[in-house]
């Protein structure tokens, strides 16, 4: 992508929702969102959770964020149909946490 430029930092954050459901809605997904009530009737104040929709071509697609939602149609536009985890492919969880670094409140590495 050329699009793309070396220092480049993005994290969710609350200026990121927004422009995942336009990147979504830019690539042809319809968007949904339905509010599921947490508590029954009784309930004075009820807390809700948000499940966002994405859909396109007979795919169907889920999660509680825009992050995680484009984030789950990235992972299927990548690996398609077969999408689930291989037997051989499980390696990377266990690369990852051994490379993993630690920091502290200020951000600074914890050698250890």
């Given at each position: 992508?050329?699009?793309?430029?070396?220092?480049?930092?993005?994290?969710?954050?609350?200026?990121?929702?927004?422009?995942?459901?336009?990147?979504?809605?830019?690539?042809?997904?319809?968007?949904?969102?339905?509010?599921?009530?947490?508590?029954?009737?009784?309930v004075a104040s009820p807390h809700y959770?948000?499940?966002?929709?994405?859909?396109?071509?007979?795919?169907?697609?889920?999660?509680?964020?825009?992050?995680?939602?484009?984030?789950?149609?990235?992972?299927?536009?990548?690996?398609?149909?077969?999408?689930?985890?291989?037997?051989?492919?499980?390696?990377?969880d266990d690369e990852l946490h051994a490379?993993?670094?630690?920091?502290?409140?200020?951000?600074?590495?914890?050698?250890?």
């Amino acid at each position: 992508m050329d699009e793309l430029r070396k220092g480049v930092c993005i994290r969710i954050a609350g200026n990121t929702g927004l422009p995942c459901l336009l990147a979504l809605r830019e690539k042809g997904y319809r968007l949904r969102l339905d509010y599921y009530r947490l508590g029954g009737p009784e309930v004075a104040s009820p807390h809700y959770r948000l499940d966002y929709q994405a859909e396109c071509d007979g795919g169907r697609f889920s999660a509680t964020t825009p992050e995680e939602l484009l984030g789950l149609v990235a992972m299927w536009e990548v690996r398609g149909d077969d999408w689930r985890l291989k037997p051989d492919e499980g390696t990377i969880d266990d690369e990852l946490h051994a490379a993993s670094r630690t920091f502290d409140r200020g951000g600074n590495e914890l050698l250890e």
